[in-house]
């Protein structure tokens, strides 16, 4: 089919004169690596709460974005990154309480082991970070991560983030393990593969003369097709890796900071205790600001031997938003709504489930929860077609999601933590009606 902008003549046929201008200028001015979601691409100009709004004015209910994840342009975040860039933005060489506040606070929140943190503007430069610390405490280059792994997009990280396409070669110095799929394997037998997964390549890296260094996995493994559990299913492997020698590296930049519900962090469902614990996407609620939580023990060897300095990870504006979102999540009592709401909207998704034959599973934890779309349940093929054609569809009725997996057949619903009762109710029926167009 002829291709207008990367949409095909149908696609293009739908858009408006605004919207194909828009699309032609994007690819003009931005070139061909960046994607838009939807074939019918979305033209926000304006959020407040769990909503975007169209240049027309149609409100569309976000169940996907993670990073405005309190509600897009909060006005307590927004006041905050206003007073502060009135008052001073500047590095991290200076003498600053803002910062230090803020690191008690966030550090506060973690196991007692995890005591230092250090700041940077993105989750890709922090999975890049903790990666270079690993490397320098083990003298380790081996790094293990999941098939369909997404971790970033600096250099050393795209080349683990299989996720980014086919045209990524994963390193020598990488293995690749399978996620515990509970779907497939059943609740017991998930995470057994997983740690004899683990295991077989510590073993496979060794005998090719690699030293691991780390056992690198986000939590929830969004992008390999979203398994939370059961809970405790990663212990077994994180156990044999630290005792091999790795350390472990959570991936909390999709997952952290209430998403799952249960508590504050991802890996906190699972009884584990991470060496080094790595934060994005919605710390700042907008405003760019990650960070690498970590073992002062771990940290010591590499803040001796080599400086670190990131010009605007840590600034005054940043850690201002970062503060205003944890002081959103504890007076919001979004921890809580995320468990609730979430526990709601998962029950009711799963009565869908009883009534259309395309969901083969649904599956979460929290505000983050997989609907699995497939052609045949004895066979537990994967409908990837129905799911675009679903995601589409729930766009056209005015609720946001997306769709993940290597074979993209499941539905990725990550609502604002924002989100109460009548949003859930909002979103179940938009998908029972875009479930129903399949036929």
């Known amino acids: 089919m002829s291709m207008i902008n990367g949409f095909n003549a149908a696609d293009a046929a739908r858009l408006s004169e605004k919207e194909r201008s828009l699309i032609e200028r994007r ?19 304006r959020g407040e709460g769990v909503w975007l709004y169209d240049e027309a004015g149609r409100a569309y209910l976000d169940a996907y974005n993670n990073v405005a994840s309190i509600g897009h342009c909060h006005p307590r975040v927004v006041q905050a990154i206003a007073e502060q860039a009135a008052r001073l933005n500047t590095h991290t060489r200076y003498l600053q309480e803002g910062i230090l506040d803020y690191a008690e606070n966030l550090l506060a929140t973690f196991p007692a082991a995890l005591q230092q943190v250090m700041f940077t503007c993105t989750g890709s430069e922090a999975n890049d970070l903790a990666l270079r610390i690993a490397r320098h405490y083990t003298g380790g280059t081996g790094v293990i991560i999941t098939r369909f792994a997404y971790h970033g997009v600096t ?13 990524i070669q994963l390193p020598a110095h990488a293995r690749t393990v399978r996620a515990p799929d509970a779907y497939r394997l ?22 090719n003369g690699i030293k691991p260094a780390a056992l690198l996995i986000d939590g929830i493994f969004a992008s390999d097709g979203i398994f ?24 909390e930049v999709q997952c952290g900071f209430a998403r799952t519900g249960d508590c504050m962090w991802g890996f906190q469902r699972h009884a584990v205790q991470p060496d080094l614990v790595s934060l994005g996407k919605p710390m700042g609620n907008g405003q760019p600001i990650a960070g690498v939580v970590v073992r002062p023990e771990v940290l010591e060897p590499f803040g001796r031997s080599m400086r670190y300095f990131n010009t605007f990870g840590g600034n005054p504006v940043s850690c201002a938003a970062g503060q205003a979102v944890l002081d959103v999540i504890r007076d919001e009592g979004l921890l809580q709504r995320s468990a609730q709401v979430g526990g709601y909207l998962l029950d009711e998704l799963g009565k869908l489930g009883e009534r259309h034959e395309w969901i083969g ?12 779309l497939v052609s045949n349940r004895a066979s537990k093929a994967a409908a990837a077609e129905q799911t675009r054609r679903v995601v589409n569809g729930m766009r056209e009725r005015g609720v946001l999601i997306s769709a993940a997996g290597p074979l ?18 909002l979103l179940v029926s938009a998908l029972d009606e875009a479930l129903q167009a399949l036929g």
């Open 408 to 425: 993209e057949n499941i539905l990725k619903i990550r609502p604002l933590l924002a989100f109460e009762k009548p949003h859930a109710d």
């Open 228 to 251: 939370p559990g059961p809970q405790g299913c990663i212990s077994e492997a994180v156990a044999i890796a630290q005792a091999e020698g790795l350390l472990y590296i959570a991936d």
């Open 361 to 372: 599973d649904v599956r979460g934890a929290g505000m983050f929860i997989g609907v699995e």
């Open 186 to 207: 059943g609740a017991e037998q998930a995470g057994k593969r997983f740690a004899e997964d683990v295991r077989a390549a510590i073993a496979d890296l060794r005998a």
């Open 27 to 45: 690819e003009r001015l931005l070139g061909p690596a960046y994607r838009l979601f939807y074939e019918r691409p979305l033209h926000t100009v």
């Open 155 to 167: 250099g050393d990280i795209s080349a683990l983030s299989p996720s980014l396409g086919a045209s």
